[in-house]
């Protein structure tokens, strides 16, 4: 076989590996993009439903005013965190936002006809609801992420990746690492 063949053949071979490689580093790109997209979607969706709930405790409980206020300054941070924020930063403004939520329910827990009040039903059931959809977004996006980045660092990709612009994307993680821990129950006995 001529050599010039051979050169032709061993260059196409290399051409067609890095196109390749190219494209499957373009199809991660995308896909982490879209799980972000996801997570957007649901925490747009727990944004919008967080004023509606404040303002229904809010008739029943209306002298704690200090929680109503730490949860709407943290909705307000989460809405401003938007999507220009970095993964990191966005998740840290809406576990800001997930505490004070807690402390709403707590609040609502000592009214037990709130509770009783079919929109305060509705409402906690969609916000519920949304927050598994998050965690369920947060699992697909960073699991999107493990796989893009992966492809980043594995040979021979790591060779030409940053070279065409990709970059390693960062997980959407929890910031406080007391959200990692266990919920310890305990029964008293009276």
Same mark, same amino acid.
């Given at each position: 076989?001529?050599?010039?063949?051979?050169?032709?053949?061993?260059?196409?071979?290399?051409?067609?590996?890095?196109?390749?490689?190219?494209?499957?580093?373009?199809?991660?790109?995308?896909?982490?993009?879209?799980?972000?997209?996801?997570?957007?979607?649901?925490?747009?969706?727990?944004? #919008? &439903?967080?004023? %509606? @709930?404040?303002? !229904?405790?809010?008739?029943? /409980?209306?002298?704690?005013?200090?929680?109503?206020?730490? *949860?709407?300054?943290?909705?307000?941070?989460?809405?401003?965190?938007?999507?220009?924020?970095?993964?990191?930063?966005?998740?840290?403004?809406?576990?800001?936002?997930?505490?004070?939520?807690?402390?709403?329910?707590?609040?609502?827990?000592?009214?037990?006809?709130?509770?009783?009040?079919?929109?305060?039903? #509705? &409402?906690?059931? %969609? @916000?519920?609801? !949304?927050?598994?959809?998050? /965690?369920?977004?947060?699992?697909?996006?960073?699991?999107? *992420?493990?796989?893009?980045?992966?492809?980043?660092?594995?040979?021979?990709?790591?060779?030409?990746?940053?070279?065409?612009?990709?970059?390693?994307?960062?997980?959407?993680?929890?910031?406080?690492?007391?959200?990692?821990?266990?919920?310890?129950?305990?029964?008293?006995?009276?």
């Amino acid at each position: 076989m001529d050599p010039i063949v051979i050169v032709l053949i061993v260059i196409a071979a290399i051409a067609v590996f890095l196109i390749a490689g190219f494209n499957r580093l373009v199809t991660l790109r995308q896909r982490v993009k879209e799980a972000w997209s996801d997570i957007d979607v649901q925490l747009k969706r727990r944004h #919008d &439903l967080i004023p %509606n @709930l404040v303002e !229904t405790v809010k008739g029943y /409980a209306a002298h704690e005013s200090a929680t109503f206020q730490a *949860v709407t300054n943290a909705r307000a941070a989460a809405v401003a965190a938007g999507a220009s924020a970095s993964p990191q930063e966005r998740a840290q403004a809406e576990n800001m936002l997930t505490g004070t939520l807690r402390s709403l329910f707590a609040v609502a827990e000592n009214y037990p006809q709130l509770q009783a009040i079919q929109e305060f039903k #509705d &409402l906690s059931e %969609n @916000l519920t609801a !949304t927050e598994d959809k998050i /965690a369920f977004a947060r699992r697909f996006y960073n699991g999107n *992420v493990r796989d893009y980045n992966t492809a980043l660092m594995t040979f021979p990709t790591n060779l030409y990746a940053s070279l065409l612009g990709f970059k390693p994307e960062q997980f959407f993680e929890l910031a406080d690492p007391t959200e990692r821990e266990v919920p310890q129950v305990k029964f008293t006995t009276p």
